[in-house]
């Protein structure tokens, strides 16, 4: 556990020392509601990051604290063993746009910027304040194929690399 609090650590501090283009020309989704985005949510596919290096069956649940902050519980599979990390977000400014900041380490707080979402709430794409983070989440541990295009595009159309994701449900 150690290990991994000083990996999450130490890629939470070399975030602020990595140059990489914003993602500041690419709005947040705007008519957000968090209560419809709370629950399970599976990491369909992530740009690669030290602090989930090696993570598989990856996913995030997301509870409203009574603070008005949401709890948020990252888990996953590394080497065979279960391992999570139970972090704290809350909204960046309107709660009606889908940015939040997040930390799992306090005081070093990240960017949490939900950039697209279904109608249904069943999938979303999220970055950060920077293009070296990504990440495709969804309810569902996969997506119809014909989705999974869909957003591969949209992704490549906002400049992220899209050859460098991994999928970490993938068996």
């Known amino acids: 556990m150690k290990l ?10 070399l975030t602020g020392c990595r140059s990489s283009q914003s993602t500041e020309m690419i709005p947040a989704v705007r008519g957000f509601q968090l209560e419809r985005y709370l629950g399970t949510w599976y990491e369909i596919a992530r740009l690669p990051h030290t602090f989930e290096r090696g993570m598989t069956e990856v996913s995030a649940v997301y509870t409203l604290e ?3 902050n949401v709890q948020v519980v990252n888990s996953g599979v590394k080497n065979g063993a279960h391992r999570s990390i139970q972090g704290t977000a809350h909204f960046k400014g309107e709660t009606s746009v889908g940015e939040l900041r997040v930390s799992f ?25 920077t293009r070296d983070y990504l990440w495709i989440l969804a309810r569902e541990k996969k997506l119809p194929e014909e989705k999974l295009k869909q957003l591969l595009e949209q992704i490549r159309a ?5 050859t460098k994701l991994e999928y970490p449900q993938a068996k």
């Not at 906002?158 to 899209?162: K, Q």
């Open 158 to 162: 906002w400049g992220f690399d899209t």
């Open 105 to 129: 380490f306090r005081p070093f707080y990240g960017d949490y910027r939900i950039i697209a979402l279904s109608p249904d709430y069943s999938y979303a794409i999220v970055t950060s304040s």
């Open 66 to 68: 009574k603070n008005g």
């Open 4 to 13: 991994i609090l000083f990996t999450l650590l130490s890629g939470l501090l």
